[in-house]
Nanobody
Framework: QAQLVESGGGLVQAGGSLRLSCAAS????????MGWFRQAPGKEREFVAA????????AYADSVKGRFTISRDNAKKTVYLQMNSLKTEDTAVYYC????????????????????WGQGTQVTVSS
């Protein structure tokens, strides 16, 4: 059974950094495009970043470009989200997701293309 487990969330001051991890089990990890999404209270879940099977291609939401970095370690079946220069508006529950698909043609900003989701980890950025 596929399982994604996020960790690394917490409380940080604006301008600080956090590194989220998402460990996968029960899936052929290297065959999945991995994504990070976030959901703030009262808002829809939104795309943050995605990474291709081998990690050679990435995509980011404009709001995090230049501040966040997605990476993966297929040997450890783990995807990471390094978050720097955090802002109060980055406060949200962060979810990782796995899509069994190739990178080309995948609507990676769309939640419905992802097959599996983690339970989420809270990130709170204080001013």
């Amino acid at each position: 059974q596929a399982q994604l487990v996020e960790s690394g969330g917490g409380l940080v001051q604006a301008g600080g950094s956090l590194r989220l991890s998402c460990a996968a089990s029960g899936v052929t990890f290297s065959s999945y495009v991995m994504g990070w999404f976030r959901q703030a209270p009262g808002k829809e879940r939104e795309f943050v970043a995605a990474i291709s099977w081998a990690g050679g291609t990435t995509a980011y939401a404009d709001s995090v470009k230049g501040r966040f970095t997605i990476s993966r370690d297929n040997a450890k079946k783990t995807v990471y989200l390094q978050m720097n220069s955090l802002k109060t508006e980055d406060t949200a529950v962060y979810y990782c997701a796995a899509a069994r698909s190739s990178w080309g043609g995948l609507r990676r900003e769309t939640t419905t293309v992802y097959n599996y989701w983690g339970q989420g980890t809270q990130v709170t950025v204080s001013s």
